[in-house]
């Protein structure tokens, strides 16, 4: 009988996600048995929306080799989107899941449109450039949401921008069962928040299928040589803007998704919260865990997301560790001779588990 033989790839994309749903059954046993207080439970939705966005970066950063600041844009066009979505259909679809799902779908499908009419000019571009430009857009559409006002009624939707800051939630025109969804500047108000941990879990699982599919496949091999040697792909007639374009997009989808299923767990929320710190946030993530290391940055968010909460028994001195921590994690990552131990002692694992198995 042949034995089945399995990558090394493809071994370490189901060993990720078997340690993500094994993470999933015990924080749900925790949780329904009480083991989590109301502080550690609020924090599951946010932390799995973090994670998607860390992997999703990670394909832009990583896989790709191009560095994006604007990130937490995308992520702000799902969440607004997805709570549209979703109150809007509240009284045409009562149930929470579906208009959860739908909303995160809606959410990735804006957010992939706008990646990629922003992906048309801002990929041509390489290095500090990218990253400048990427920023400027982040930067515009958190601007452009907080101008806008959007209101549902009998008639449907009624959207406006207020641009000069004359127009108010009046100016919507809205019928006596109508109610204003997003005023603007104080952003979306009175959310029902039907996010829940099983949903976050569920986007992380298609979340890594699509992007552990991606690498594997012969798409990402392509996408991988314009990283690694722009010209030398192209010489051998692969598409540079195509791939580019196509990660770009992915990523960016993939945010929009977590964006909507975030938005969807607060009441109120409002776009100075997807500012250019929540696209440092993320991209340290991704740094820490290693770029192109999937599971390292699904790790990195857990911990770092986590650890502030950890050490809000140290007070004012919680911030300072939680610095150390992150300089200590950055030193040891890329230190070489670390690096090496580190080889060095899997290869002693590989070899004794081979003389096992040659002894069996």
Do not use: D, H
């Given at each position: 009988?042949?034995?089945?033989?399995?990558?090394?790839?493809?071994?370490s994309d189901l060993l990720t996600c078997a340690g993500v749903i094994l993470a999933f059954v015990v924080v749900?046993?925790?949780?329904?048995?009480?083991?989590?207080?109301?502080?550690?439970?609020?924090?599951?939705?946010?932390?799995?929306?973090?994670?998607?966005?860390?992997?999703?970066?990670?394909?832009?950063?990583?896989?790709?080799g191009d560095l994006s600041l604007g990130h937490a844009g995308f992520m702000s066009?799902?969440?607004?989107?997805?709570?549209?979505?979703?109150?809007s259909l509240a009284e045409k679809i009562p149930s929470a899941p579906l208009r959860l799902a739908l909303a995160m779908v809606v959410g990735a499908v804006?957010?992939?449109v706008i990646g990629f009419l922003i992906g048309i000019p801002v990929l041509r571009l390489s290095g500090d450039y990218l990253a400048i430009v990427t920023l400027a857009f982040g930067e515009i559409i958190k601007e452009l949401i907080t101008c806008l006002l959007v209101g549902v009624d009998e008639r449907g939707l009624h959207v406006i921008f207020n641009f000069n800051g004359s127009r108010n939630a009046n100016d919507l025109n809205l019928g006596a069962a109508?109610?204003?969804?997003?005023?603007?500047?104080?952003?979306?108000?009175?959310?029902?928040?039907?996010?829940?941990f099983t949903a976050?879990?569920?986007?992380?699982?298609?979340?890594?299928?699509?992007?552990?599919?991606?690498?594997r496949s012969r798409q990402g091999r392509a996408i991988m040589a314009v990283r690694d040697n722009r010209i030398a792909a192209e010489a051998v007639g692969i598409s540079v803007t195509r791939y580019k374009m196509m990660a770009f997009v992915t990523s960016a989808a993939l945010a929009g998704a977590a964006g909507a299923l975030f938005g969807l767990n607060y009441s109120n929320l409002a776009a100075t919260k997807f500012d250019f710190n929540t696209s440092i946030l993320v991209l340290v993530f991704v740094v820490l865990g290693g770029l192109g290391n999937i599971r390292g940055s699904i790790i990195a968010t857990v911990v770092l997301y986590i650890l502030p909460e950890a050490l809000r028994g140290f007070a004012n001195y919680r911030m300072l560790i939680y610095a150390v921590v992150l300089i200590v994690v950055m030193l040891t990552t890329?230190?070489?001779?670390?690096k090496s131990y580190r080889d060095q002692w899997q290869q002693k694992l590989?070899?004794?588990?081979?003389?096992?198995a040659n002894a069996a």
């Open positions: 009988m042949k034995k089945l033989s399995i990558s090394k790839g493809t071994r749900s046993a925790l949780k329904a048995n009480g083991g989590l207080n109301r502080s550690q439970a609020g924090m599951l939705v946010p932390v799995c929306c973090y994670i998607v966005m860390a992997v999703s970066l990670n394909l832009t950063v990583g896989i790709l066009v799902g969440a607004f989107t997805g709570i549209i979505t979703a109150m804006f957010a992939a109508g109610r204003v969804i997003v005023k603007g500047a104080q952003g979306a108000t009175g959310t029902q928040t039907i996010a829940t976050g879990f569920i986007l992380i699982m298609i979340t890594l299928v699509v992007v552990q599919n991606l690498i890329n230190n070489p001779v670390i590989r070899r004794e588990k081979g003389r096992e």
